[in-house]
């Protein structure tokens, strides 16, 4: 981690990317860095960033924990079991939670998202990695449409049959899932509607009701996240593996919110509403000190382990027993 702050009592900030700084990384000039972190597109939106920086000061806020109650632990251990348990509070909170440095963070607790809709905003279709000086980037939603194409993946109308929707051999049948401005501008662009993309039909489809999605990316998303944790056995719950966790591990676990991770990993957030990615409301969602206890906690003593024993205390264990037929009573 970075202690570029630690002078200030303010907690680390990601490592600088000094090995192939351009990487990933738009820099005005040599003398600045991006963050480095184990994915490549943390520097792409500061969002992305800020929850890579929550993410990291957690695992070492965990270590430190898992090292007070087995200070036997040696780094690798320490490092190993942090990182599982901070999978498990990811897969917990992701699958658990309606779906962040201070301000960052407080921002998005108080803002509304944007509605899903097919109107894109130029920072990504223009100027995504616009380097200093030229006056174009790249876009975004070519590379999610070309990607699409050079992977194979059926069109919008294959998925929409997939997920037992009604499909169309006409653009007027689009009427009605889509705006009507839309659909005519499918017109002029594709021959027939099974041309579509996946990419740009899903993102065009009306929300459901109470949804941020049309019914085709409900569909597919809610599919792969049911393929994701039904395939993945390496479940954090899953039982009778040998890196399965105990049944009071667990418990534990499934304490994890990302209320109490932004209370723990940040400097001067104090208060935070149960979920955090929901607005805040007086009743239903209401925002709580941090300190309060209304937010839990996990206790990290369920992760203590017995030191091992060592010819070197050997003695100490020895007449530790009131009477031994070797040496007789004590």
Known sequence: MNPVFKEYGLKDLLPLKLDIPDEGCTRPNKNMYCFEAGEIRVN??????VMHTLMAREHNRVAKALAE????????TLYQESRRINIAEIQHITYNEAGVLDEYVMGLMNQVAQAMDDSITQEVTNHLFKKVGARFGMDLVSFNMQRGREFGLPGYMEFRKFCG???AETFQELFG?????TVRKYETIFEHPIDVDL???????RPLPGSMLGPTFACVIATQFSYSRRGDRFWFELPNQ????????LVELRKARLSRVICDNTDIIDTVQLYPMV???????????CRSGIIPSMDFSKWAEPAPFHNGNAKEFVS??????????K
């Not at 792409?44 to 960033?49: H, P």
């Not at 990419?199 to 489809?205: H, K, Q, R, T």
């Not at 607005?279 to 000190?289: I, S, T």
């Not at 530790?320 to 009573?329: A, D, T």
């Open 279 to 289: 607005l805040p409301d007086h009743e239903l969602n209401p925002r709580v000190p």
């Open 69 to 76: 109650v087995n200070p036997h632990w040696d780094d690798e």
């Open 242 to 249: 040998p890196s399965s966790f105990t049944p009071e591990q």
């Open 177 to 181: 899932s889509m705006t009507n401005q």
């Open 320 to 329: 530790s027993f009131s009477y031994n037929p070797y040496l007789g009573k």
């Open 165 to 167: 929707l009604p499909g």
């Open 199 to 205: 990419w740009s039909g899903g993102v065009s489809e």
């Open 44 to 49: 792409e939106q500061l969002v992305l960033t």
